[in-house]
């Protein structure tokens, strides 16, 4: 059974910094696609990272400079770094992770429960 129990979340003020966690359950093997998703209040929920199932890392482009995924395998732990962080990052990151690809694309199968990030001004 998969699990993904997301950990790190809080209240900081802009310019801050904040590490996600999300711990893996020994389901989720090592090559597979892990991500970090989020949804702001009113928005659609949007991909902030992924690590592939050859581990290449890509960002939501608005993001790319701020923010750092990693993955620790012996842990089966995935991380996100966010520094300077804006309120318009405030929302809920969900940890996600997914045994296949499509056309070059993770399909995310498997979610967390998500973790509350507030940013504020």
């Known amino acids: 059974q998969v699990q993904l129990v997301e950990s790190g979340g809080g209240s900081v003020q802009a310019g801050g910094s904040l590490r996600l966690s999300c711990a893996a359950s020994?389901?989720?093997?090592?090559?597979?696609?892990m991500g970090w998703f989020r949804q702001g209040p009113g928005k659609d929920r949007e991909k902030v990272a992924q690590?592939?199932?050859?581990?290449?890392?890509s960002y939501a482009e608005s993001m790319k400079d701020r923010f750092t995924i990693a993955r620790n395998t012996a842990e089966n732990t995935l991380y996100l770094q966010m520094n300077s962080l804006k309120p318009e990052d405030s929302g809920t990151y969900y940890c996600?992770?997914?045994?296949?690809?499509?056309?070059?694309?993770?399909?995310?199968?498997?979610w967390g429960q998500g973790a509350q990030v507030t940013v504020s001004s």
């Open positions: 996600a992770a997914g045994d296949r690809m499509f056309g070059g694309s993770c399909f995310f199968g498997y």
């Open positions: 020994r389901s989720v093997a090592s090559n597979w696609c």
């Open positions: 690590l592939d199932m050859v581990r290449r890392s």
